[in-house]
């Protein structure tokens, strides 16, 4: 009987270990922050949408881009050797992140106030302006915001969840007649098949699309007025975003940043995406365009 009773107390006490064992191995502890877990582990997640030539897969499958080049110059100064990109849909980026789907958004994602209250942004690293593509000819010879709102039947192009959406409806445009596709292959192809007449997006992205559609068919609109959204030039300032609660993460991203911007080294990482001196951020901060009215 006495054997038996200590036989008992072994088994308890194995199961007891075990737990303890199976509790200290589980990743973070409650006070770890994504950045802690970042620099133990040796690598972060990203969230970006396939769009050349902010993020996207090459040939090779490798994960680049403007904005992802950006980060991995940051990170891997910061001590974070490795990014492993997780591809979602523009419009989902924000929700995923917050869903803990990946640790930080690359995808040139303009800094604006309404994001603000979901996400942290870095400051910036790139500020571009508007651009539109047309069939070849341009046969509704449309050359500002104006034109495509004027004409009775004009429908644009724009990617779900991208701040295009929000000019063209500021600027009178009927929902109605913008259609909404998930990625840049998607756009492309409502252009070319009539289902849109114009595409909007940013210069950059317009003209890598043109370029690696290489279609005859297509064309970048080479006078277009810039428009202005509520008086403001619609320049807009992108930056990789962090959850909410990862200040931490933010100010150390922010301090590497400042360094390669004095340095010089940003607009080296830039340039090879077709990024120029005059697509530099400049002196602008996050803060300075969370606060816009």
Not at 95 to 108: K, Q, S, V, W
Not at 196 to 203: G, R
Not at 228 to 257: H, M, P, T, W
Not at 269 to 275: D, K, L, Q, T
């Amino acid at each position: 009987m006495k054997k038996k009773k200590t036989t008992r107390k072994w088994i308890i006490a194995g199961i007891i270990l075990t737990m303890l064992v199976a509790v200290s191995g589980c990743g973070t502890t409650g006070n770890e922050t994504t950045l802690d877990k970042a620099l133990r582990e040796g690598y972060v997640t990203v969230g970006f949408h396939n769009e050349d030539p902010y993020a996207y897969e090459n040939s090779e499958g490798e994960l680049t881009g403007q904005a992802v080049e950006v980060a991995r110059a940051v990170l891997k100064n910061m001590g974070i050797d490795e990014m492993r990109g997780v591809l979602t849909e523009f419009g989902s980026l924000i929700p995923g992140l917050n869903a803990e789907r990946f640790d930080i958004i690359t995808a040139g994602m303009y800094i604006t106030p309404e994001r603000g209250e979901q996400v942290l942004f870095a400051d910036p690293d790139f500020s571009v302006g508007e651009a539109l593509a047309v069939q070849s000819g341009n046969p509704l010879d449309i050359q500002s915001y104006e034109d495509i709102v004027n004409h009775e039947t004009a429908k644009v192009v724009v990617l779900s969840g991208v701040i295009e959406n929000d000019y063209l409806l500021k600027s009178g445009m009927p929902q109605e007649r913008i259609v909404n596709v998930p990625d840049v292959a998607s756009a492309i192809s409502a252009l070319k098949t009539g289902r849109a007449d114009v595409w909007n997006a940013t210069s950059p992205t317009i003209d890598g699309a043109l370029k690696s559609a290489n279609d005859p068919d297509l064309e970048r609109v080479e006078d277009f007025t810039q428009p202005i959204i509520e008086g403001k030039s619609a320049v807009g300032y992108g930056a990789a975003a962090f959850r909410k609660g990862d200040q931490d993460f933010v100010d150390a991203f922010n301090e590497e940043l400042a360094k390669i911007k004095e340095s010089g080294e940003l607009l080296e990482i830039i340039e090879p995406f077709g990024f120029t001196e005059n697509e530099l951020p400049g002196d602008v901060m996050a803060e300075d365009l969370l606060n816009e009215k």
